[in-house]
């Protein structure tokens, strides 16, 4: 939210309208916004929107090592909640907006997900064996 609001924020300032204007600023200057779980969907919009060559990616530097939730003491997982509200006000603003816009987006544009998907898993196979990840 501090970022997405454009201007310069102290850590704890963060309020309400830091949020609208995040909000704002989005629907002004950002004609598509994702989130990591429609990662692909956004991918597929931005390639049809903008004539893109098809983006294939393949993941890398991704943690093994995650701390998750169940793990974090009751306390812990409010200070980290507390501080992060306004984040996840936006994350949730954008998340609602991408799940509507894909709905609405109807099956010729799911189809076209499933094949960017199934192609993409294919090619980052072909590209493991032929040119395998460093684990630095």
Not at 74 to 84: D, F, H, K, Q, T
């Given at each position: 939210?501090r970022?997405?609001?454009?201007?310069?924020?102290?850590?704890?300032?963060?309020?309400?309208?830091?949020?609208?204007q995040?909000?704002?600023?989005?629907?002004?200057?950002?004609?598509v916004?994702?989130?990591?779980?429609?990662?692909?969907?956004?991918?597929t919009?931005?390639?049809?929107?903008?004539?893109?060559?098809?983006?294939?990616?393949?993941?890398?530097?991704?943690?093994?090592?995650?701390?998750?939730?169940?793990?974090?003491?009751?306390?812990?997982?409010?200070?980290?909640?507390?501080?992060?509200?306004?984040?996840?006000?936006?994350?949730?603003?954008?998340w609602?907006?991408?799940?509507?816009?894909?709905?609405?987006?109807?099956?010729?544009?799911?189809?076209?997900?499933?094949?960017?998907?199934?192609?993409?898993?294919l090619?980052?196979?072909?590209?493991?064996?032929?040119?395998?990840?460093?684990?630095?």
């Amino acid at each position: 939210a501090r970022l997405a609001s454009f201007v310069a924020i102290a850590m704890g300032s963060i309020g309400q309208e830091h949020l609208e204007q995040a909000i704002k600023n989005l629907e002004t200057f950002f004609p598509v916004a994702g989130v990591q779980l429609y990662f692909d969907e956004c991918l597929t919009e931005l390639r049809e929107r903008y004539g893109w060559k098809t983006p294939y990616y393949r993941k890398r530097h991704v943690t093994g090592k995650r701390i998750r939730q169940q793990d974090l003491k009751p306390e812990e997982l409010e200070i980290i909640r507390s501080a992060n509200i306004y984040d996840q006000l936006l994350f949730d603003y954008v998340w609602r907006k991408c799940e509507e816009r894909y709905e609405k987006s109807g099956k010729a544009f799911r189809q076209q997900v499933d094949r960017f998907q199934m192609r993409n898993q294919l090619l980052g196979r072909m590209i493991s064996v032929f040119s395998p990840v460093r684990k630095d």
